[in-house]
């Protein structure tokens, strides 16, 4: 079985602030070592990167070299693999999207959608309930 997650778990495990800190260090934890493939896709590591080091975001937000170090320790384990859009990518991004009510907000999370279903991933973990708009996946929340 293979799954995802999404920015929002990376972001509450880098953020000792935040109340679902203990929580979402606990649960990436647990995944990590968890025998299935767990997928970073490219999008979910960007909106990390680009959130994280964002000082209008946070008040102390975390050094590039920092956040980089993160996303590399996940990359570097055996169960953790990551990888992007294929020559099917558009056909998916443009199911997902077929009903038009996709746009501004929900782009991103209709472009992870699209890949998780290009990649045949059918479940990401997530505290973002826009994400039970989509078909196709199951979403589930660590922290219900």
């Given at each position: 079985m293979s799954e995802t997650i999404d920015?929002?778990?990376?972001?509450?495990?880098?953020?000792?602030?935040?109340?679902?800190?203990?929580?979402?260090?606990?649960?990436?934890?647990q995944l990590i070592r968890a025998p299935g493939l767990v997928y970073l896709f490219w999008p979910t590591v960007m909106a990390y990167l680009r959130v994280a080091t964002h000082p209008a975001i946070f008040a102390r937000p975390l050094p590039t070299d920092i956040a980089i170090g993160n996303v590399e320790a996940l990359l570097g384990l055996p169960n953790v693999q990551t990888t992007g859009e294929q020559?099917?990518?558009?056909?998916?991004?443009?199911?997902?999207?077929?009903?038009?009510?996709?746009?501004g907000n929900l782009v991103p999370d209709a472009h992870l959608v699209a890949l998780m279903l290009e990649h045949g991933v059918r479940t990401i973990w997530t505290n973002d309930r826009d994400f039970r708009r989509f078909d196709g996946i199951d979403v589930r929340d660590p922290f219900a």
């Amino acid at each position: 079985m293979s799954e995802t997650i999404d920015a929002n778990l990376l972001l509450y495990a880098s953020d000792e602030t935040s109340p679902f800190h203990p929580q979402a260090l606990g649960f990436l934890d647990q995944l990590i070592r968890a025998p299935g493939l767990v997928y970073l896709f490219w999008p979910t590591v960007m909106a990390y990167l680009r959130v994280a080091t964002h000082p209008a975001i946070f008040a102390r937000p975390l050094p590039t070299d920092i956040a980089i170090g993160n996303v590399e320790a996940l990359l570097g384990l055996p169960n953790v693999q990551t990888t992007g859009e294929q020559d099917r990518f558009w056909q998916r991004y443009r199911g997902v999207a077929a009903d038009g009510s996709v746009s501004g907000n929900l782009v991103p999370d209709a472009h992870l959608v699209a890949l998780m279903l290009e990649h045949g991933v059918r479940t990401i973990w997530t505290n973002d309930r826009d994400f039970r708009r989509f078909d196709g996946i199951d979403v589930r929340d660590p922290f219900a």
